[in-house]
């Protein structure tokens, strides 16, 4: 069964700094990862999708990278602003066949704030 | 485009009472989803399809029923609502095969079962 994990639970820094956060996952056989934003009371926004034969994406700011190897992905976020605060969720699709394809797994999300 | 839209937003039960959460997707995706988010937790897979008239079970099924008559609509029963069944649920869809299996996601449904 895959489990996916998200480090840290919560970050809070300061506007201007580069942070990073972390999500790993058990099953290394899957077909691809995207990370995802959430803000409070609200639905969820695609950031970035990373399909299985790629080792990165990038979206202004963002840049995800993903080793499917070691079972780790990462959400760089360069100079964050106040308005970056949110939830940030990985979820991971499993490879075509078998009987879990098409059942993301989601991990817990980190809570970011980034203060003034 | 409309995207993922999702109906009712907000909705209050008593228990014992049964309803239906709509969603209907307009970017002709064939896999949809249906989540549920308990605070502080993730989300949790309720059903999925992959087709009109293809449905599965996720992590947490009991308590809830879907059909896929269409490719665009995905309704969620909930037969007896039970405290347990508090939670925000959300409807996703992603093109897979022909696309790249982005997920898009409609904005929830909160329901509180009394």
């Known amino acids: 069964k895959q489990e996916v994990t998200q480090i840290p639970a919560a970050l809070s820094v300061p506007e201007g700094e580069n942070l990073v956060l972390n999500c790993s996952f058990t099953d290394s056989a899957i077909y691809n990862l995207q990370w995802f934003r959430q803000d409070p009371g609200k639905g969820l926004t695609s950031l970035l999708l990373?399909?299985?034969?790629?080792r990165e994406q990038t979206s202004g700011r963002l840049n995800a990278s993903l080793d499917k190897s070691s079972g780790r992905s990462t959400l760089y976020i360069a100079a964050s602003q106040p308005g970056d605060s949110a939830t940030y969720l990985c979820?991971?699709?499993?490879?075509?066949?078998?009987?879990?394809?098409?059942?993301?797994?989601f991990g817990q999300g980190t809570i970011l704030t980034v203060h003034p | 485009n409309a995207g993922v839209t999702q109906t009712p937003k907000f909705r209050i039960l008593k228990i014992g009472q049964s309803m239906t959460l709509q969603c209907t997707q307009d970017m002709n995706h064939n896999y949809m989803y249906w989540y549920r988010q308990d605070p502080g937790m993730g989300l949790k897979l309720i059903y999925y399809s992959v087709g009109a008239g293809i449905t599965d079970k996720g992590e947490v099924p009991n308590g809830y029923n879907v059909s896929r008559s269409t490719t665009e609509d995905f309704p969620l029963r909930l037969e007896l609502a039970a405290p347990s069944q508090t939670s925000v649920y959300f409807c996703?869809?992603?093109?897979?095969?022909?696309?790249?299996?982005?997920?898009?996601f409609g904005e929830g449904s909160r329901l509180t079962v009394l």
């Open positions: 979820a991971v699709k499993p490879q075509a066949g078998g009987t879990s394809y098409g059942k993301l797994t």
């Open positions: 996703a869809s992603s093109l897979v095969r022909q696309g790249t299996g982005e997920l898009f």
């Open positions: 990373i399909q299985s034969s790629q």
